[in-house]
C-alpha cells in the first residue's frame, strides 16, 4: 500500500509541474551539471552504491536507479502486457534521468553553487559521504582523490567529466 500511495504522490507531482510553463520554473530551478554523459556516473553509482540496502530504494533520500538498483517505474509501457521491467532489461535512460534528478535534488542550492563556480564541490554530501567525511551507513566507498569513482564524480560535478575515470572505476572488483 505504501508503494502505490508513494507513485500517487509522485504522479500528482508531475502534473502539478507540468502545469507551469518553463518560464515560470526557470529562474527559480538550480543549475545541475551537464546531464549529457550522466550515464556513466549513473554506472558508477549503480554499481557502488545501488544496492537494495543502499541506495536502490525508495525510501532514502537519494535513490539511484538500475539495472542492479531500484527499477524506476516507466508508465510509457503500462499499457503493454508483455513488459517486465526485471533485472535482464539493461539500464533504461528514464532511471539514468532519475538518477541524475534525484543527485541534483539531493542538496539543490549547494548544487547551483558548486555548477556556478561560487561553491566547492567537496561540500556535497554526494562527494563527502562515500570518503566519510560525513555520516556514512555505507561506510567508505572510496577515499578522497585515491580511486577513479572519486574522480568520476568530482570530474562531472565539475563539468569536465573524464569519462574514462568512469570506466575504469567499474574495472575494480
Not at 555505507?138 to 573524464?162: N, P, Q, S, V, Y
Request: glycine letters at 10%; charged letters at 25%; one cysteine or more.
Amino acid at each position: 500500500m505504501k508503494g502505490a500511495r508513494r507513485l500517487f504522490v509522485a504522479l500528482v507531482s508531475i502534473a502539478l509541474i507540468g502545469c507551469f510553463s518553463e518560464a515560470e520554473l526557470g529562474s527559480a530551478q538550480a543549475l545541475c551539471p551537464p546531464a549529457d554523459d550522466f550515464r556513466a556516473v549513473n554506472n558508477v553509482l549503480e554499481r557502488r552504491c545501488g544496492t537494495l540496502d543502499c541506495h536502490g530504494s525508495p525510501y532514502r533520500p537519494f535513490i539511484v536507479f538500475g539495472q542492479t538498483a531500484y527499477r524506476r517505474p516507466d508508465l510509457s509501457h503500462i499499457d503493454n502486457p508483455n513488459y517486465f521491467p526485471g533485472g535482464l532489461e539493461a539500464t533504461t535512460d528514464h532511471e539514468v534521468r532519475g538518477t541524475y534528478e534525484s543527485a541534483c535534488g539531493l542538496e539543490p542550492e549547494e548544487m547551483d553553487a558548486v555548477v556556478r563556480g561560487e561553491g566547492k564541490a567537496e561540500s556535497l554530501s554526494i562527494v563527502r559521504k562515500p570518503r566519510l567525511q560525513s555520516k556514512h551507513k555505507g561506510g567508505r566507498i572510496w577515499g578522497a582523490g585515491t580511486t577513479e569513482g572519486d574522480r568520476c564524480i568530482l570530474t562531472w560535478l565539475t563539468g569536465a567529466l573524464e569519462k574514462e575515470a568512469c570506466k575504469n572505476e567499474l574495472r575494480v572488483p
